[in-house]
């Protein structure tokens, strides 16, 4: 019974490990005028069939100032939720942003299939790039419409987050 529990449990962190996809990440480290930098990762896909994966895209106008383009999309157990970003970043410093813009998040049921109406938010924050691979981010989501609250999203959120790429 032991061999069994080990081999099914040997088979399980294999498959998990060589099933997950490849993914290529971009970044131009310089932030000079007209080079786009792209960046994207996902998770792989789990044993309860979850997804996650997000992008950005970002176009300098000038050093100090550009917009950015940001996604996700998620899929959980109940419902698909994709969310679509446009910020413009203001560059106060080499390292100190702060940023403005808007975002529209879609959820579809995997009940009924059904498209929940958008939901639409403002965003304000502040950040700081430590580094070309460490930043750290405060940001707050306001909901500007009157959209339903769906399985997986939040109304009004604020929060602070980092990222380390490697």
């Given at each position: 019974?032991?061999?069994?529990?080990?081999?099914?449990?040997g088979f399980f962190f294999v498959s998990q490990i060589y099933g997950q996809d490849t993914i290529t990440i971009v970044d131009v480290p310089e932030?000079?005028?007209?080079?786009?930098?792209?960046?994207g990762f996902a998770y792989p896909l789990f044993s309860n069939g979850e997804t996650h994966s997000e992008f950005a895209v970002a176009y300098p106008?000038?050093?100090?100032?550009?917009?950015?383009?940001?996604?996700?999309?998620?899929?959980?157990?109940?419902?698909?939720?994709?969310?679509?970003?446009?910020?413009?970043?203001?560059?106060?410093?080499?390292?100190?942003?702060?940023?403005?813009?808007?975002?529209?998040?879609?959820?579809?049921?995997?009940?009924?299939?059904?498209?929940?109406?958008?939901?639409?938010?403002?965003?304000?924050?502040?950040?700081?790039?430590?580094?070309?691979?460490?930043?750290?981010?405060?940001?707050?989501?306001?909901?500007?419409?009157?959209?339903?609250?769906?399985?997986?999203?939040?109304?009004?959120?604020?929060?602070?987050?980092?990222?380390?790429?490697?």
């Amino acid at each position: 019974m032991n061999n069994l529990s080990y081999f099914l449990i040997g088979f399980f962190f294999v498959s998990q490990i060589y099933g997950q996809d490849t993914i290529t990440i971009v970044d131009v480290p310089e932030k000079s005028p007209n080079k786009i930098a792209t960046s994207g990762f996902a998770y792989p896909l789990f044993s309860n069939g979850e997804t996650h994966s997000e992008f950005a895209v970002a176009y300098p106008i000038n050093e100090k100032f550009e917009t950015e383009l940001q996604g996700f999309y998620d899929t959980y157990i109940l419902a698909n939720v994709t969310r679509f970003a446009l910020r413009g970043k203001y560059y106060a410093t080499k390292k100190l942003y702060s940023f403005a813009g808007m975002a529209a998040e879609l959820e579809r049921s995997k009940l009924d299939g059904s498209l929940s109406p958008p939901r639409l938010f403002l965003l304000s924050g502040m950040g700081y790039d430590f580094n070309e691979k460490v930043s750290f981010e405060v940001k707050h989501e306001m909901l500007i419409n009157n959209a339903k609250p769906s399985l997986y999203g939040i109304p009004s959120s604020f929060s602070a987050h980092g990222k380390f790429r490697f």
